[in-house]
């Protein structure tokens, strides 16, 4: 709308309250009544760790690379004062591995948690945004990737669309090379990574989808330091959905990307990377069969 002309200020918000009160169950949002996977079992735990086994089987990636993304983003959060989980940690990968399975491989602490609370972004025209009182930060790419209904049928592998060879493990591949095409960037120039952590496979199997390392690749990177604070790509550096906030389906769409905007003004509260001019924002995942991908930038393109 901005783009075209209809518009020159738009206000995307969303919230949750009061959605999770059956407190001996998985939250409601994670048991689709679809007469497709309801009766199988297949919460979104499930889902995901389907895909999760797969990479495990194909690659041999192991349980201790999953806990030490699950301990890195979960520490993310337990340094940060805005976060629920401020103050729960530090994690170590035992603490993961020792808490109970819930779909195998994940284990309790490798799941998001669930929580209450807001949040809101605000687009503008590139004129409207020199004259705010908060450095703009500007859309460079973005682009959604999409196998099928989220949670409606059992995600695959190996389901293969649009012609290309692409499997749907690695849903978001497509999005990421169209944000990097658009913006004339590679993952090499990208600073931080805020990444939708619904399981801790999920960082590995995006590490690998977006070009930060080959297929396979992503348990070993994580293993290699990359991913932490300290590392060569930070990766959500709040606490995600793990540790920082899930309230509801929406909010956690907007957080990565407002995490970035924080990242790119250098008004993170912790985890600052320095001079950051590049972040890769992101949501959805392999077990629900998409995903969406954003590039913001420091500079206007």
Sequence with gaps: ????????????????????????????????????????????????????????LEYGTTADQLALVAATVRNNGHVNPEAVYCGRGPFTPRDILDSRMIADPFHLLECSMTSEGGCAIVLTTAERAGDAATKPV?????????????????PVW???????????????????????????????????????????????????????????????????????????LPVTTDGGTMSYSHAGINVQMLQRVIRGVQQLRGACPTMQVADAEVALCS???????????MLLGSERP
């Design 1 to 56: 709308m901005i783009a075209f002309g209809e518009c020159e200020v738009v206000l995307i918000a969303a919230g949750g309250a009061a959605m999770y009160t059956e407190r001996s169950a998985t939250a409601p949002w994670t048991r689709p009544s679809n007469e497709l996977v309801m009766p199988y079992g297949m919460f979104t735990a499930a889902e995901f760790a389907l895909m999760a086994r797969r990479h495990m």
């Design 138 to 154: 500007w859309i460079l790419g973005g682009a959604g990737d999409t196998y099928g209904p989220a949670y409606v049928v059992p």
């Design 158 to 232: 190996d389901l293969r669309g649009r012609g290309d060879d692409i499997p749907a493990g690695y849903v978001g591949r497509r999005a990421a090379q169209k944000c990097f095409d658009l913006a004339g960037l590679g993952p090499d120039d990208v600073d931080v990574a805020e990444l939708y952590d619904p399981f801790s496979f999920e960082i590995i199997r995006q590490l690998e989808a977006y070009g930060f390392c080959d297929d396979g690749e992503g348990g070993p990177f994580v293993e290699d330091g990359h991913i932490a604070p300290e590392g060569r």
């Design 283 to 293: 949501n959805g995942g392999s077990g629900a069969l998409f995903t969406d991908v």
